[in-house]
């Protein structure tokens, strides 16, 4: 996956759950994420993500 791409509002799969990207700390490789199913918010670093391309964006590509 290209890290470069990831946005806030992506959607996402990690290991940690499922969710939309609401912030992004490119220094320390993590972001926080907001759960689709109950809201709760989550940390996730950068080699948590599963590379889906099943998950589709708002944008209509893949990641």
Known sequence: M???KLHTG???SSKKGD???ISIDRE???MQVI???DNHE???GF??????PQVHNPEGGYY
């Open 10 to 12: 992506m959607m996402i």
């Open 2 to 4: 290209d890290l470069s």
């Open 19 to 21: 969710g939309h990207i």
């Open 42 to 44: 989550f940390e996730v």
């Open 47 to 52: 080699e948590y993500i599963k590379d889906d």
């Open 28 to 30: 320390q490789h993590t």
């Open 35 to 37: 759960d689709f199913m």
